[in-house]
């Protein structure tokens, strides 16, 4: 093998990674799992504002499909891989962000349905939530795509 090759067979290499990279976080941020997703946490908010014995079946319900989103995208992936520890740790911010933001319209609601007497203060929140996790869905798929690519 010479050079010229080798260089050739590496090129190969890098442009599948990269392929494969691309591949990885489109499959990620697919239409329908983020539908999904979006769908499953807006169930399990909203479970809140239901009575004892019903709430628990709606919450497992809402859960059930953000379980089910999950396995499925996972076992349909086209790439698996690693993950590596930014991509982990992007993940991780990811969650205390949504923890916050659902601290936020909480209180956000809460006060709401102080202020005009709403009966339903978590389905509210659960809405925003959905709402604001399905909009912020195109800037995080770049930003989770640059963090790919570069590790």
């Keep these: 093998m010479n050079p010229e090759e080798a260089r ?3 090129d190969d290499i890098h442009r599948l990674q990269e392929r494969t990279r691309d591949e990885y976080v489109r499959h990620s941020f697919a239409r329908s799992y983020m539908l ?3 769908l499953g946490l807006f169930v399990a908010v909203a479970s809140l504002d239901f009575p004892q014995p019903w709430q628990i079946v709606v919450f497992l319900v809402g859960e059930g499909i953000l379980v089910a989103s999950a396995l ?3 076992r349909r992936a086209p790439v698996q891989r690693k993950p590596t520890v930014p991509e982990v740790m ?3 911010a990811m969650g205390v962000i949504l923890i916050g933001a659902f601290i936020a319209y909480s209180i956000a609601s809460a ?3 102080f202020a005009f007497d709403l009966p339903v203060q978590h389905t509210i929140t659960g ?3 959905a709402l604001t996790a399905l909009a912020v869905a195109v800037p ?3 930003l989770f ?3 790919v690519r570069s590790g």
């Design 145 to 147: 795509g640059s963090i």
């Design 111 to 113: 006060l709401g349905a």
């Design 72 to 74: 499925v995208q996972r």
């Design 36 to 38: 999904l997703s979006a």
């Design 127 to 129: 809405a925003a939530l």
């Design 140 to 142: 995080v798929r770049r």
């Design 90 to 92: 992007f993940q991780v």
């Design 8 to 10: 050739s067979s590496l």
